[in-house]
């Protein structure tokens, strides 16, 4: 299972790589909006079938033509290196969570000096992104930072409705000095 989070780790270093490898030098020479996350992995998967024009795949910015080969090979490396960096050489150690990928609830409040810091819970460690079953992501600007995901999660059980069990984000007490504020 260790080595499946460190793997897991990888793989999310290595997709932001791949995009910047893929993208970021059209999106800076034509100074492109980045999209959103969603947007991204559909060109990601575009380019990775084949399915988009070779330009994407060529770094304008070097004077040589980068192949899909070349490109994959550096953005695996990049995210190798930024792993290492991040979390030393034995990949099995490596973490997807709170340095990678973090939910934070934050409250209205939370503008408040002094105050409206106690009311924000977070930031949380999180699995998952749009491409898993735990469906949570950020945007083009904060890949890190989770923006968006399910509103609840349920396992209904049929045969016995009071085993099912669900939990939303947070927790269902609205208010800071409940005990349901920030349980689930």
Known sequence: QDLAIGHAALFW?????LWDELFSDEIEKHH??????????QKLLLVLGGNAKYD????????E?????DVVQAALQQ?????????GEDSSK??????????????????????????????????????????FGGTSSNWKKVAW?????AVWDTADWD?????????????????HYDDQ
């Open 13 to 17: 270093l290595f997709e932001r790589a």
């Open 32 to 41: 492109l909006a980045v999209p959103w996350t969603f947007l991204q992995r």
């Open 56 to 63: 994407w795949i060529d770094n304008v910015q070097t004077p």
């Open 65 to 69: 033509t980068e192949t899909m080969h």
């Open 79 to 87: 995210a190798w290196e930024q792993g290492v960096k991040k979390f």
């Open 94 to 135: 490596w973490t997807f969570g709170e340095e990678l990928h973090f939910l934070t609830f934050p409250h209205h409040l939370e503008e408040v000096p002094v105050l409206g810091e106690k009311f924000t819970r977070g930031p949380y460690a999180l699995s998952g992104s749009a491409a898993t079953v735990c469906a």
């Open 149 to 153: 995901g399910p509103s609840m999660r």
């Open 163 to 179: 085993q099912s069990r669900a939990i939303i984000p947070g927790g269902q007490g609205g208010h800071f000095a409940d005990p």
